[in-house]
Every structure is written in C-alpha cells, then in structure tokens.
C-alpha cells in the first residue's frame, strides 16, 4: 500500500511540474508583448502628406471623383514579396516613384509603446527609385505587378512577431505610402492574432477597379453568383475604398483595411500585455498545424474571403481544443481559391469561387452583410457580462456594423446568445435580418465566441490616426466592451493552459 500511495505521489508530482512548466512558459512568453512593448516609441509612422482630390468621392462606385486624386497615388507606391515572413528570412520591397525620386524605407513594427503606437526598426535608404510600368490586364483580368526590386531586407531574428508597416517617403515630392507584411514565428502563444489580409486583397482596386467584385464596365458586377476578376498580391494596395460601409481616409494609403479596423484590437491586446503572435490569412490556410500553437484563434474586423482549407484548418483546431474568437463581421461569407502567381509563386492569387456554406457551425451564427444597430445586453448574469455592471437590455451605441452575423445559428449543444436584435439599412430602415453575439462549448473545454460584428475592436482603444467609419461616432472606448473581450479571452486561455 505504501508503494502503490509512493506511486501516486510521483504521478501527481510529475503531473504538477508538467503544470508549473506550462504555466512558466506562458509566463515567460507573455513577457515577450511586455518588454517589446516597453520599449521606445513614436507617432512618425503616421503619414502626413498625401495629397487629396479637390473634391471627395461619393458612395457611388462610378463617381468620377474617386479617379481624380483619390485612387492611388502614383509619386510613390509599393508592394512587399511576402504577406507574412519569419525573422532570418529576407522580403523584397518593390517600389515606383513618378517622376523618377529618391526616397527612403522606415520600418515600424505596431503595437502599443506606451500610447504611441508603433516602434521605428529600421531606416533604410535614401534610395534612387524609377517610374515603374502599370501593367496590362492578364488572364481573367489579372492585375500582376513584375517591377524591378527596390530593396531587400533579411528580418533580424530578434523582430518579434507582429504587423509591420513600412513607410516609404519621397524626398522631392514628399509623397508618402505604406506596405506592409507580417512577421511571424513558431512559438506557443495565448493568442494568435488573424490578419484579414484575402479580403484587403479582394477590395483593393488598384490602379483601377481591380478588384474581386469589379466585372466588365460594372464597377461592383462581380458577385458570388457572377464571374469576376482574379487578384494577387503582386501590386500596392489603393487607397482603401468600400464605399462607406468601411471609410474612405487616404491616410491608410497602402495598409490595407489593417489600420482602420485590425489596429485597435492589435494596440489593446498589447497595451493589456496579452501574448499574442500575429499570422495572415494565407499562413492559415498554408499551416494548419500551426494554428494549435495557439491556445486561442483570433479573426479580426472585416475577416469575409476564406479558403476550404482554411475553414478545414480552423475546423481542426477548435476540435483539437483551440478556442476561437470572431472579434469580427460578415466573416467566412465568400469562398475563395489560392492559386499561385504568374512566375509560379505559391499562394499570391486568389479566385473567387461562392458564397460559402455552413459557417455557423464553425462560428456560430451565420454571415451577413450591411446592418447596423446597437449592442444590447440579453443576459447580465452570464460570466460573460461579470464586472460590466450591465443590466438586461443596456445599450452600446453603434457598435453592430457595417456588416453582421445573426440566425440561424448553429445546432450546437449549450449554444448562448449574449446579445441580439435588429438591424438597420444605410437609410435607417428596418431590414429582415437581425443580429446575434454567440458562444458556445466544446467537449475539451474551449469556446467559441462570435462578436458578430465588424466594429468589435473600434470601442476597445482608439490608437493615433484612430479614424471613424463614416456616420459612426466612436469617440472613446467602452471599458463594457473590453471587460467582455477580456473576460471571454482570459476564460479562453486558462480552459487551453489547464487541459
């Protein structure tokens, strides 16, 4: 008896120290946000000088305002080789100035440091840049930039993961731009951070409406149940523009949707000291094991263009324990193909192949467009509420929008609704649709949270060159909001760490 009681204290030992090494890695590795973010600062990743047209562009895909000064900004452009990379490997930046200029590269990594929101981690040039080519359209309308390179940059192995912008700047026109890419690594971490970098992709219409939903002479002709054009990565990113749905501000020139609907979430999880590694779109549907690296899944914003493989990976993941968070709208709407460049590039054209089909038993609830509505509390007891002081029926203003997800929800057992109600249209009218924040239990013990919205993350901090959608006021943050998210991730975390 004593043996088999010595035994059983060696087991509970071993499993013990097996829990204290788990916990001490995390430990450490939250340290790793922590240091990065403490160390020094600044705002001059912003842009401060780009132009504008003399008159700004309606709604109206066809105005004609939107060519004049307001697509792109050709003085200076540029693209990145990679979407995502990791640290010892090296990206390629292809750069045009027009006319002919010198200009030089400031490499940001974004986060928190201290308020400012980005840190400076490389200069580089000046650097003599030439007029680049605007190519002609290729099979299915193929948009497919071949410049000539403009610089190379092997990423230092101590450059911690997360999105970074560079931002070009030209010295006689002082014209100004961004590209961006994603540094990645391999680590264990509590969050891993989801850029949703197909659908910039799919909504960038440059250099002149390129984009997945443009066809023939329509602007906005191509749709899940018509053709359109085929889209790559092999080109700059416009001057964001979805209409008013997503905003129209030329100070994003080159970021994708990234800065006005990712950034804030990116800047609270880190000035909140989370550890969180940062993937892309295309890193999960090229790495599917990589997603158990994370106790919790993260999409983000405006997360619409999924692959199959992607829904496959993610579907795996949440069955092997990872926790989800769609801190996000109108997401695994459209079913997208990767497909390789022209030069045999893997995963830097996508095609658009439907609307897809059964995203609420992934997320929850089902996918949806335009609809907008205030956020109302339907279960004040629910842990999810714990310190919010809420009440049943309390409202956060706005914060449904501009597109949604809403019944019918999935089938699943234990499935919670937190909060529903209707929607509205662009004119204020009532719309059949409603919306829906969910969340739901797996048997290991992780959870599947649906925010139901695209503007989540707008109410969580409201980082420099923060920028309102257009008729959306989100003036400060709604500490409600980020005790919710904080009580869902942090309820994510311990379920994965104590499995």
Same mark, same amino acid.
């Given at each position: 008896?004593?043996?088999?009681?010595?035994?059983?204290? $060696?087991?509970?030992?071993?499993?013990?120290?097996?829990?204290?090494?788990?916990?001490?890695?995390?430990?450490?590795?939250?340290?790793?946000?922590?240091?990065? %973010?403490?160390?020094?600062?600044?705002?001059?990743? /912003?842009?401060?000088?780009?132009?504008?047209?003399?008159?700004?562009?309606?709604?109206?895909?066809?105005?004609?305002?939107?060519?004049?000064?307001?697509?792109?900004?050709?003085? /200076?452009?540029?693209?990145?080789?990679?979407?995502?990379?990791?640290?010892?490997?090296?990206?390629?930046?292809?750069?045009?100035?027009?006319? =002919?200029?010198?200009?030089?590269?400031?490499?940001?990594?974004? @986060?928190?440091?201290?308020?400012?929101?980005?840190?400076?981690?490389?200069?580089?040039?000046? $650097?003599?840049?030439?007029?680049?080519?605007?190519?002609?359209?290729?099979?299915?309308?193929?948009?497919?930039?071949?410049?000539?390179?403009?610089?190379?940059?092997?990423?230092? !192995?101590?450059?911690?993961?997360?999105?970074?912008?560079?931002?070009?700047?030209?010295?006689?026109?002082? =014209?100004?731009?961004?590209?961006?890419?994603?540094?990645?690594?391999?680590? !264990? =971490?509590?969050?891993?951070?989801?850029?949703?970098? /197909?659908?910039?992709?799919?909504?960038?219409?440059?250099?002149?409406?390129?984009?997945?939903?443009?066809?023939?002479?329509?602007?906005?002709?191509?749709?899940?149940?018509?053709?359109?054009?085929?889209?790559?990565?092999?080109?700059?990113?416009?001057?964001?523009? %979805?209409?008013?749905?997503?905003?129209?501000?030329?100070?994003?020139? @080159?970021?994708?949707?990234?800065?006005?609907?990712?950034?804030?979430?990116?800047?609270?999880?880190?000035?909140? @000291?989370?550890?969180?590694?940062?993937?892309?779109?295309?890193?999960?549907?090229?790495?599917?094991?990589?997603?158990?690296?994370?106790?919790?899944?993260?999409?983000?914003?405006?997360?619409?263009?999924?692959?199959?493989?992607?829904?496959?990976?993610?579907?795996?993941?949440?069955?092997?324990?990872?926790?989800?968070?769609? $801190?996000?709208?109108?997401?695994?709407?459209?079913?997208?193909?990767?497909?390789?460049?022209?030069?045999?590039?893997?995963?830097?054209?996508?095609?658009?192949?439907?609307?897809?089909?059964?995203?609420?038993?992934?997320?929850?609830?089902?996918?949806?467009?335009?609809?907008?509505?205030?956020?109302?509390?339907?279960?004040?007891?629910?842990?999810?509420?714990?310190?919010?002081?809420?009440?049943?029926?309390?409202?956060?203003?706005?914060?449904?929008?501009?597109?949604?997800?809403?019944?019918?929800?999935?089938?699943?057992?234990?499935?919670?609704?937190?909060?529903?109600?209707?929607?509205?249209?662009?004119?204020?009218?009532?719309?059949?649709?409603?919306? =829906?924040?969910?969340?739901?239990?797996?048997?290991?013990?992780?959870?599947?949270?649906?925010?139901?919205?695209?503007?989540?993350?707008?109410? /969580?901090?409201?980082?420099?060159?923060?920028?309102?959608?257009?008729?959306?006021?989100?003036?400060?943050?709604?500490?409600?909001?980020?005790?919710?998210?904080?009580?869902?991730?942090?309820?994510?975390?311990?379920?994965?760490?104590?499995?």
């Amino acid at each position: 008896m004593k043996r088999l009681d010595m035994r059983w204290g $060696l087991v509970l030992a071993v499993l013990c120290m097996v829990a204290m090494d788990s916990q001490a890695e995390t430990s450490g590795q939250r340290k790793i946000i922590q240091i990065e %973010n403490e160390k020094p600062g600044t705002t001059d990743w /912003l842009l401060t000088k780009i132009k504008r047209g003399s008159v700004a562009p309606r709604y109206a895909p066809e105005d004609e305002n939107y060519d004049k000064g307001w697509r792109r900004r050709k003085e /200076l452009e540029g693209y990145c080789s990679h979407t995502s990379i990791r640290a010892g490997e090296t990206l390629d930046v292809y750069v045009s100035t027009d006319p =002919a200029d010198q200009y030089k590269a400031e490499i940001y990594r974004m @986060g928190y440091y201290g308020g400012s929101g980005g840190r400076l981690m490389r200069t580089i040039g000046p $650097l003599q840049g030439a007029v680049q080519p605007t190519p002609e359209d290729g099979p299915r309308r193929l948009i497919e930039c071949k410049w000539s390179k403009g610089f190379s940059l092997e990423i230092p !192995k101590d450059w911690v993961s997360g999105v970074y912008l560079g931002k070009l700047s030209a010295l006689k026109t002082r =014209a100004e731009c961004y590209v961006i890419f994603i540094v990645r690594d391999d680590r !264990k =971490a509590d969050l891993m951070f989801q850029c949703s970098d /197909l659908t910039w992709l799919s909504y960038n219409r440059w250099p002149n409406w390129r984009s997945l939903y443009d066809f023939g002479t329509d602007p906005w002709g191509a749709s899940n149940r018509r053709p359109g054009n085929d889209v790559g990565f092999d080109r700059p990113y416009a001057i964001y523009w %979805n209409g008013f749905p997503a905003g129209f501000e030329p100070l994003t020139n @080159g970021s994708g949707e990234f800065l006005m609907i990712e950034f804030p979430l990116a800047f609270w999880l880190e000035k909140e @000291g989370y550890d969180v590694t940062y993937i892309s779109n295309v890193d999960t549907h090229a790495d599917g094991k990589g997603l158990l690296r994370g106790n919790v899944f993260v999409s983000v914003g405006h997360d619409e263009y999924w692959t199959k493989q992607m829904f496959e990976n993610v579907t795996n993941a949440r069955d092997a324990g990872v926790s989800l968070a769609f $801190l996000s709208g109108n997401s695994i709407s459209g079913e997208v193909s990767l497909g390789p460049s022209t030069n045999g590039r893997p995963n830097r054209v996508i095609r658009r192949v439907g609307g897809f089909q059964g995203e609420q038993d992934l997320m929850g609830a089902t996918s949806y467009g335009v609809g907008f509505a205030d956020w109302t509390c339907g279960d004040p007891n629910h842990w999810a509420f714990e310190g919010t002081g809420m009440k049943k029926g309390d409202r956060v203003a706005q914060l449904i929008g501009w597109e949604h997800h809403g019944p019918p929800l999935a089938q699943h057992e234990g499935l919670e609704v937190l909060s529903s109600g209707p929607v509205y249209g662009w004119n204020g009218e009532l719309r059949s649709a409603t919306y =829906a924040t969910t969340i739901y239990r797996l048997k290991k013990g992780n959870f599947v949270f649906n925010a139901g919205t695209c503007w989540w993350n707008m109410v /969580l901090s409201t980082p420099p060159g923060f920028m309102n959608p257009p008729k959306r006021y989100f003036l400060q943050t709604d500490p409600r909001i980020q005790r919710i998210t904080r009580n869902v991730l942090d309820k994510m975390i311990s379920a994965r760490v104590g499995e």
